[in-house]
């Protein structure tokens, strides 16, 4: 079992990569969450999921709820898994902010159905994602790349140490 310390990318300061199964975890909590608050009614809870992003996204995953309890509750359990780029994560994490967002003043402003209709769409799209790891966000975000003439590269990946069977011992 990997320990915390055998970690290529420190998750607080290594911004440009994540541990994949850390976005699939936080869009587990959000989904679950957001169903929650629609099926409740519970349109704060869907405030709170939005301001909980917005958190994460501007003050680092160290402030992030979800991150805080994937990284130092699960990855010391199960090691540090596959890293990706975290760009496309953080876009989707935007959008799910913007639609939590309006989702919340919608209710605020009586209009339960346009605000259940967006939080509904937040939790169906992060549990999709959670669960089969297409992330409509992601695949958005690398989208706009090729619809601006550009193609999607990810960022540098920290290089894998060389095990034992990879040097031939």
């Known amino acids: ?11 607080y300061r290594d911004l440009d990569v994540i541990d994949a199964r850390a976005p699939r975890f936080n869009q587990t909590v959000i ?30 995953r160290r402030y992030c709820l979800p991150c805080l309890a994937y990284f130092e509750l699960v990855q010391p ?52 994602a959670a669960s089969t790891g297409f992330c409509a966000g992601c695949e958005a975000y690398k989208l706009g790349y090729v619809l601006t003439g550009r193609r999607f590269v990810a960022c540098p990946l920290p290089p894998r140490p060389r095990s034992a069977t990879d040097s031939g011992a």
Do not use: C, H
């Not at 079992?1 to 998750?11: N, Q, T, V």
């Not at 799910?96 to 169906?124: E, K, N, Q």
């Open 77 to 128: 359990l199960f090691g540090e898994g596959p890293l990706e780029d975290a760009r496309p994560p953080r876009f989707a994490n935007m959008v799910g902010a913007a639609f939590l967002t309006i989702a919340s003043l919608s209710y605020v402003l009586g209009a339960d159905l346009v605000g259940a209709v967006l939080g509904s769409l937040v939790a169906i799209l992060a549990l999709l």
């Open 31 to 60: 989904g679950l969450l957001s169903a929650l608050a629609v099926i409740t009614g519970w349109w704060w809870l869907l405030a709170l999921l939005a301001v909980q992003l917005v958190v994460g996204l501007t003050l680092g």
């Open 1 to 11: 079992m990997k320990r915390s310390s055998d970690r290529l990318a420190d998750p």
